[in-house]
């Protein structure tokens, strides 16, 4: 019996330890049929943001990768998506409190070309105990990034980003 409360004690308090994932947004592409879900582990007991994570899935749901991002390489900025060896969608968070949330750029090559990029505007905020994403100042749950083509060449960079209703 004693065995049983001291399992169940530590059970408790692991769980009060957990962070618990919030899915912000669902990011789909015109390149295949693969996609991301970018979210937030939120701490169960206080509510308060404690890292960035990025899940990737193939065209058949299944996860391909998983990476987490601290709050403080947020603050100074992560690559999202690289390819051959170019860092294709980076972001970054300024005026972050893990309590409210923060703004984040979100930083796409346009052209591997020439090297331009294109920024845009987001936030994640606190509303009450739920969080939510916003791009361009409108809340927004999925995403769809748009391929900038060249004929004869293929795709380059990042066209644009949409929302998705």
């Known amino acids: 019996m004693k065995l049983l409360i001291q399992l169940s004690i530590v059970a408790f308090v692991a769980t009060k330890l957990m962070a618990a994932p919030v899915k912000l947004v669902h990011i ?13 582990n939120v701490d169960d007991e206080t509510l308060e943001v404690e890292s960035l994570y990025k ?3 193939d065209q058949n749901g299944k996860v391909i990768s998983t990476q987490t991002y601290t709050l403080q390489q947020l603050l100074k ?7 051959s ?13 893990p309590s409210d949330g923060a703004d984040i750029t979100i930083d796409t ?3 591997g070309i020439n090297g331009e990029r294109k ?3 987001a936030s994640v905020e606190r509303v009450g105990s739920d969080w939510k994403f916003n791009f ?3 809340a927004s749950s999925k995403l769809h990034f748009v391929s900038n ?5 293929g795709t380059i960079g990042i066209k644009d980003i949409k929302r998705v209703k």
Not at 85 to 94: F, L, M, N, P, T
Not at 149 to 153: A, E, G, R
């Open 119 to 121: 920024h845009y505007d």
């Open 55 to 57: 899940n990737e899935f």
């Open 77 to 83: 900025g992560v690559t999202l998506v690289e390819r």
């Open 109 to 111: 090559l346009y052209s």
């Open 136 to 138: 361009e100042s409108r």
């Open 28 to 40: 789909t592409n015109d390149e295949d049929k693969s996609y991301y879900h970018l979210g937030i």
């Open 149 to 153: 083509k060249k004929f004869l060449i």
């Open 85 to 97: 060896d170019r860092q294709v969608v980076k972001i970054k968070a300024s005026n972050l409190n």
